[in-house]
């Protein structure tokens, strides 16, 4: 078995089980991409098994932390049964959901979410590439599902020295899907759609704002960066009057109004806007025109945290203006999908913006990842999506 050792001070975060390495923090070793090697500290003491990445910042990705674990076929059996278990006791109102979310399942670079009958997979690192067709297998075998499409196409897998893959790896067939969620229908299309397909992650944000819309009874619902219409649907779905809904992509605005006729819902209550966002909110506080709620959605801003200071001033720009828009006594769910932005700051980004626009509101919750996108005590990295639901004053 290959060994890396570690620099004198390096090994804190692993005795805290966090499971990345460094390059910086290896003072020598080494193996091939995917390969498993001991991970010792600067005396050698055992710290853990990892996957080796030759070509990543994130050296190696730790497996276990158990040195008489095995790093076979079965360990990965077990953690793939083990993570599908645990989604058995959360509460999970769909029949689309993740059933693998990375390190927080002990499978760091591998994603999994399930939709109805199909499996779609992501293999973003060289530990689970090297893994793949054992994984694939145990997947199957534990869903007792027989089609599983690959989406191996995240910016992340060059971080690696790995080329996109996508297509089927086991079944064939259509790859326009629906799925049901808190009883509404939503269809996507596993091979062009975003990540693996939809943002299973919004699911209980969706029925929040669900929720709100009924009990707040809202007339004119602003949504942005709508993709394929997840939280319109949510809004009609909550009696809300009308819908405007925004996306600078033409082929997600035509999935978001077919959703809307999925669920049987009058197209006159919606506006769908093939435009940019930030373009159209500047138009609409121009022209005066105001919402009683708004949803703020945007794409990933800042991947990392060295992009951080820049993407912050675009989330503060679109907050300000969403702000400015919303009528007084309105709700404004908005949210960061940047892991590059905590929580904290992304709290201080959207505090700025209202002061920028003479507002103040009141927050009335903090949101996050649905709960099949776990984030666990030693890997706090995994808590990338942030949410806010103001109340203006």
């Known amino acids: 078995m290959k060994s890396i050792r570690l620099r004198v001070g390096k090994e804190r975060s692993l005795l805290r089980r966090h499971p990345w390495v460094f390059d910086g923090a290896i003072a020598r070793g080494g193996a091939d991409a995917g390969e498993t090697v001991r991970v010792e500290g600067h005396d050698g003491q055992f710290l853990g098994w990892a996957a080796f990445s030759p070509s990543s910042k994130i050296r190696a990705r730790v497996w276990s932390f158990v040195e008489a674990e095995r790093i076979d076929a079965s360990f990965f059996v077990a953690r793939i049964a083990s993570a599908i278990r645990a989604r058995s006791r959360f509460d999970i109102q769909s029949d689309g959901m993740r059933l693998v979310h990375g390190e927080s399942d002990g499978l760091p670079g591998l ?3 399930r939709y109805a009958d199909t499996l779609v997979a992501q293999f973003s690192s060289c530990g689970v590439e090297r893994w793949k067709s054992v994984i694939v297998e145990a997947l199957l075998a534990e869903t007792g599902l ?3 499409y690959e989406r191996s196409d995240a910016s992340v897998r060059s971080l690696e020295g790995l080329p996109e893959a996508t297509g089927w790896l086991a079944g064939s067939g259509a790859t326009d899907l629906t799925i049901t969620e808190h009883g509404w229908k939503l269809g996507l299309d596993i091979a062009t759609g975003h990540k693996t397909g939809f943002y299973l992650d919004q699911r209980d944000s969706r029925r929040k704002f669900a929720d709100h819309a009924r009990r707040l009874q809202f007339q004119n619902v602003l949504n942005c960066y ?14 809300a009057a009308h819908v405007t809904s925004i996306d600078s992509s033409g082929p997600a605005i035509e999935k978001a109004a077919a959703n809307v006729a999925l669920n049987g819902f009058d197209a006159g209550r919606t506006t769908m806007l093939d435009a940019d966002v930030n373009a159209s909110m500047r138009q609409f506080h121009k022209e005066g025109k105001t919402f009683d709620a708004i949803v703020l959605d945007p794409p990933k801003f800042a991947p990392t ?7 912050a001033r675009a989330y503060k720009d679109i907050n300000r203006i969403a702000l400015s828009i919303l009528a007084p006594g309105g709700v404004l769910f908005t949210y960061s999908c940047s892991g590059g932005i905590s929580a904290d700051l992304f709290h201080k980004i959207v505090a700025s913006a209202g002061t920028d626009a003479g507002v103040d509101a009141f927050i009335t919750e903090r949101l996050g990842g649905a709960p099949d996108h776990p984030m666990t005590v030693s890997f706090p990295e995994g808590e990338y999506l942030k949410g806010l639901v103001l109340l203006k004053k």
């Not at 709508?226 to 009696?239: E, S």
């Not at 945290?305 to 993407?311: D, I, N, Y």
């Open 146 to 148: 027989t089609r599983l």
């Open 305 to 311: 945290v060295a992009h951080a200071e820049r993407a």
């Open 226 to 239: 709508c993709y394929t219409g997840g939280f319109t649907v949510a809004a009609l779905a909550g009696g």
């Open 111 to 113: 994603v999994v979410d």
